[in-house]
């Protein structure tokens, strides 16, 4: 079912719409929860209260995509669960360490102090929008969706290590592109 039929039946209040989207972007959503999460309890639960989240945010909210409304509802949710759970203690695993490697970019700070968040975000997507399709897939894998070095290694047919040095590189451009539009790393 395509996502126009699916936010209809959202729309239409009818519980079909659950269904179809869990059959549709259940493995998708279950993906970034488990890449972020690590456990499959927690990612089914999470995986689950997005589908809540969804239907009490449709209507009003009509989003396009669907796939990246949905992630973005289930990342938010992972994220969050992941800091409750971690709250305090050291490790982190992949999230931790994905996290850590981008701070050295984005910090969530700016130089001038009147730098809004929407602002970061298109500046995030005018560089993204700048950079060759495999690049920004390979980065949004990683920081996105969370996924291992060494999975979009194998996804990409390229070693570990030439993935960490690509990631190095285009974190490092945009250091540079953030701090030439006014935020600090």
Known sequence: MDDSAILRLYLARDEAALDETARKYGAYCAAIARNILGSPEDTEE????????????IPPQRPSPLAGFLGAITRNLAFDRWQRERAGKRGGGQ????????????????????????????????FLDGLPSDRREIFLRRYWC?????EIARRFGRTENQISTLLYRIRKKLRLYLTERGFEP
């Not at 969530?108 to 809004?116: E, F, H, I, K, T």
């Not at 969370?146 to 060494?150: A, H, I, N, R």
């Open 46 to 57: 999470c995986v689950n209260d997005t589908w809540l989240r969804a239907w009490n945010a």
């Open 95 to 126: 999230t931790a360490l994905a996290l850590e490697e981008l701070a050295e970019c984005v910090s969530g700070q700016d130089a001038g102090g009147d730098l809004s968040l929407q602002e970061l975000q298109a500046a995030l997507r005018a």
């Open 146 to 150: 969370v996924e291992p070095v060494g």
